[in-house]
């Protein structure tokens, strides 16, 4: 049986939670193998077959879920702000807003968010641009095997988020309902 998530907003006192919300995930149980909470990963890319193929490579990984896709970097901003993935994987050339763009604006609301940039133009002033934008990564999009890599380096948390402290705390469902409220 699949694990399950709620995500729902909850008032919250936990440093550098962002405007005091934090999104909390609850799993049923956190000793089982399979209640592990998928990492959910984003895909933005203007071109639909790009997209499918993205899917389809991270499809292969079970640890993994392609919770949205956007065709533009707006777009992109709006279903991270909305679903709040783990992941983003962003195409460097889109319309409306670039990835470097959108990726400078999903870190002023997600600080903590891990970023790709998969790009057919990588430089090494593309890569230092990146950097500044908040992007942990570049990718070559003609290296699918570098994409799966770069994801799994950063679920790894072999590179780490940023300083500030994740604005989804994860516990068991029974847990969270052994809580008390204090005023």
């Not at 870190?107 to 891990?114: C, H, M, S």
Request: net charge negative; aromatic share 6%.
């Amino acid at each position: 049986m699949p694990p399950f998530t709620w995500s729902i907003p909850a008032k919250c006192s936990i440093p550098y939670s962002v405007y005091g919300i934090a999104y909390i995930r609850f799993r049923p149980d956190s000793e089982s193998e399979d209640s592990r909470v998928p990492t959910r990963i984003l895909i933005a890319d203007d071109h639909k077959s790009a997209i499918r193929e993205i899917r389809t490579l991270l499809g292969a990984n079970p640890e993994w879920e392609v919770c949205a896709e956007a065709a533009d970097g707006q777009e992109a901003l709006a279903r991270a702000n909305e679903m709040h993935p783990d992941v983003i994987v962003l195409d460097f050339a889109m319309p409306v807003m670039n990835g470097l763009m959108a990726a400078q604006e999903i870190t002023k609301v997600q600080p903590t968010v891990r970023i790709v940039l998969h790009t057919l133009y990588n430089s090494p002033q593309v890569e230092l641009e990146a950097k500044k934008h908040g992007i942990q990564k570049v990718v070559e999009k003609t290296r699918s095997g570098a994409l799966v890599s770069a994801i799994q380096e950063l679920v790894d948390k072999r590179i780490p988020r940023a300083e500030a402290t994740a604005p989804t705390v994860e516990m068991p469902l029974p847990q969270f309902q052994s809580l008390q409220h204090k005023p």
